[in-house]
């Protein structure tokens, strides 16, 4: 069973992906360096279980994605 704070934390990095317009695939392509497959970012979201600094570098990517023009923020 999932607590509070993994649930905050999974959905916060969902809302991340829709309001950058990014889909889990295009997020793992983008962390496929560190091994991330969508398949595994899928459990990780659902479960929940990552570590705030899985959380922060997911930010990050999405940031440069978003700020390089490769996802249009707002569009899902």
């Given at each position: 069973?999932?607590?509070?704070?993994?649930?905050?934390a999974?959905e916060?990095?969902?809302?991340?992906?829709?309001?950058?317009?990014?889909?889990?695939?295009?997020?793992?392509?983008?962390?496929?360096?560190?091994?991330?497959?969508?398949?595994?970012?899928?459990?990780?979201?659902?479960?929940?279980?990552f570590?705030?600094?899985?959380?922060?570098?997911?930010?990050?990517?999405?940031?440069?994605?978003?700020?390089?023009?490769?996802?249009?923020?707002?569009?899902?």
């Amino acid at each position: 069973m999932r607590t509070i704070w993994e649930e905050r934390a999974a959905e916060e990095l969902k809302a991340l992906l829709r309001d950058a317009g990014m889909s889990y695939a295009q997020l793992a392509e983008a962390l496929n360096t560190e091994g991330v497959s969508a398949g595994s970012l899928t459990k990780k979201l659902y479960r929940g279980a990552f570590t705030h600094a899985f959380f922060l570098e997911c930010r990050e990517v999405v940031r440069r994605q978003s700020e390089n023009g490769v996802v249009r923020p707002g569009r899902s």
